[in-house]
């Protein structure tokens, strides 16, 4: 789970701070939002492969975070 990834990204990083952070609400909003409070210098976010006309009527998560993030944002694509 979550905990595992944690642990082994941890035990491979060079000291540097970062978080990971667990909210409800809007995931657009609640992931702005955070990253402004924290003052983020790096959001990474996931996403999955396009969904055809769907995506393109519903916008998506990682769509809303890298259009506007005031830091830079990572986005990982999961294949299809």
Do not use: F, H, K
Not at 33 to 53: F, N, S, T
């Amino acid at each position: 789970g979550l905990a595992r990834v944690v642990a082994r990204a941890r035990r491979g990083s060079r000291p540097r701070q970062w978080s990971v952070t667990v909210r409800e609400g809007d995931a657009r909003g609640v992931i702005l939002a955070q990253a402004a409070r924290r003052r983020a210098r790096l959001i990474a976010v996931g996403r999955e492969g396009p969904r055809g006309i769907l995506r393109g009527l519903l916008g998506s998560v990682a769509d809303a975070v890298v259009r506007y993030a005031e830091c830079d944002v990572l986005v990982v694509v999961a294949p299809v």
